[in-house]
């Protein structure tokens, strides 16, 4: 297999995880660690880089030099917001011009305000940033975030911290299929085949963060979840029987042995 | 993780695999090794164990030291061609006593004929047989194909050879619930999600063949199913986290910067 | 459209109902009519057809000259109980020979027992009945009823009572495609849309009853039922437009107008 | 029931239809008098009213006076054309100030276009059309057309001509518990199980065209089609029975005859 190659950064791992949800800040670590994830996210506006000098400091317990850091806007409602946010970061981090956006539409779903999020997406692109996307399932969308000069089409698979995993497979497809980035699903994701599903559609990767904070043991579920996404990747590259509506026998031919 | 455990047989690979349906006996041994599996089934009635002299033995490829021989009644309709068949699997393989019963009902559909499965596992394990039986998705034969004596319950998730998946996970779960024995799903897996899937509902193993030979790529496939089982396994003993139908964002919680 | 017919009876509705779990005789009675059905099935160790003179009567509240009664073996465990139950329904109907068999594996799934319910049929079919038999998705065993003389199979769309609607469409259609007898979906639709499908798959009828009188408003289902039932037979009978994964245009061609 | 009311209209029958890709203009008009609809949509753009003097107007067929005329935008790419279409349609139908919006993204997925959709939405609203639009299941977008002044959303269950039903019901009912306008699905279903799922999940109507012009026999679909509306609204207003996943008996109480 060939590394996950986004904005020219590459990895061996294609599972991306989120910081946030854990009991405390040395579980978030092990678990992190356990899932073999190269890049992990958080919310600029709730996490503590620094800033407050009395509070754990993200950066103590995920060294960049391991990590590749993906700063996220959630929380951000609007175009502005996010923007700002981004730029927040790029500060906070010395420069540092990866960044997730996500612009959300309402706080009871968390689902993506697509018209915000082209807006920042340009806006964000322009200043020069590298932009991963959180977006929804529409293909149209996908491609426009595509065009703007978006690194990486990020698609919801069911609602942020639902656990419902992938509701639409079809569209989902239509993204895969049409896109010259990568596309890694982000939210919605509860277990191991939902993983391994997300993959063998053709997902470039796939983000989560609940379902393995909120698994009733996270570091079993994170090392449940490595393995889903390299087996769901294999499967995928190994091509996957084709499905009958019929039976066939396991071993076919004629009998060695009559009986 | 606690070990599989068959009739007192021990495991720890909970992945079970054919022989049949690979290009030739080098792509079997291979996938099979790929696979991880400790044990490996095969039809009696079509396979070469050495009544053949001028053919190609299956114990010269696959040792019995390394492997777990699960001979199989593929190809039988009845229950006496069933009980025929496990006992001259027992003489060719030395008083080997572990064997796979299916007797099925048609040639098109390969369903499993359950009034004449039953009738064979009777016999069967009368006879001293350790007995791990193919059977329908159907609580109450499984219940008492187990109070038969026999020593696995082997559910399809759908038609063998046909790749569908589980296609009605709520009577396998049925099954699992309430089973004293190790429950497998035998026949329908097509891809690794799908034996993660098989895993997360609380399976004991699974066994395949077809979704590994008929991958277009069966040792990557192979490889595949080998990390899905464990990943699914993994994610079953971590605990899912729980759905729902309304989002929850992933870094709760007031805003720590409020741009 | 041409009738259902079973055992030489004819009727215009496909849908046959239960007469339990009603507030009272007056709404059973209401429901019943308003669903259109000509076929009502009840229990027989469950219902006072006159032997509790005390008590209401069923047949004071259906008329046997409206509908064709169906008495059912509901709440039988063993083919001897079922027997039995069938030839005290024969007594107190004055030779009424049409009868649901149903034997079940347990109380809590109340799924059928394969080997019990073979062993009724045969026992009832000699003994001159017209049997209509509850029975699981298992291809095989509806034919092996079928191959009995049992006059329609009627599988399970999901457990009794559960309102999951049919579980696995795929094993039903084996079942309709090989039939040479009526095949009615008997348990499991929750709502109309699942009543439509399951006619949709070519069931030639479907038989319910908690779908009815455990809605909010159980006679404003009761004619949604109706209309379902006729809608999706007619659905069926108009084939389907194919389906597609890729979309066309619904006003094809050239522009007439190019703006 | 109460009638489905937009913008002020009233209408009993909740299916709408389109006119396209019947066999000829005869088939066109008795299917759509069969489906029970009152309001019919057309593609502006690709049928004659008049324009061309020497071709089959579809006025001549569906009398004004009888049915609800709903010109649609489909062909349109962007937002000028499809404003231009509406203008264009409002006159030659005297002042008709109803239309369907859809803007596409692309000829392959015939998906539309968000960004250029809204744009349009919010010309035409202030330009005193009422405006039923065909968008996405994306919930946010829903809303903001509602804001604008849609006077109906109407999302897609999947691609248009695909005939693959309701995809995603998930985002579709958050659709419908957030809108205070009447939400109808347009698109994608296929069949008349379908459209009652539709009507049960809470819509307010359905709007099809190629599962009735595409069925193998389009006026017997229609009428499946008429049927299944009214059955599914019927359903949906019974409010159907809880789901459950352990059975329960359709004759519970202690046994009347204990056989």
Redesign the interface.
Known sequence: DSPLVVAGREFSSRLLV?T??YKDMDETRSAIETSGAEVVT???????LG??ADEPNLLDVLSPSRYTFLPNT???YNAR?AV??CK?ARELLDGHNLVKLEVL???????????ET?KAAEELVADGFDVMVYT?D????A??LEEIGCCAIMPLG???????GI??P??LS?IIERANVPVLVDAGL?????A??AM?LGCDGVLM???IA?????L??A???R??V??????F?????????????????A?????
Chains 1, 2, 3, 4 share one sequence.
């Open positions: 989120g946030g949800k958080f919310a600029v506006r709730r996490t503590n800033q407050n959630a929380g951000c917001d700002r946010t927040l539409g309402d706080q009871d779903t968390l689902y993506p305000n697509i018209v082209l929804s529409d293909p149209i969308v491609r426009q069911s609602l942020i911290g639902s656990g419902l509701l639409n079809h569209t239509l509860g277990t191991a085949s939902e391994a599903f063998e963060n609940s379902a909120h698994a009733r043991q996270p079993l579920m090392d449940a979840m393995q889903a390299i087996s769901g990747r294999g499967a590259l190994a091509g996957r029987m084709p499905t009958r509506l019929t039976a066939r026998a396991s071993s076919p031919g009998g060695l042995i009559t009986g």
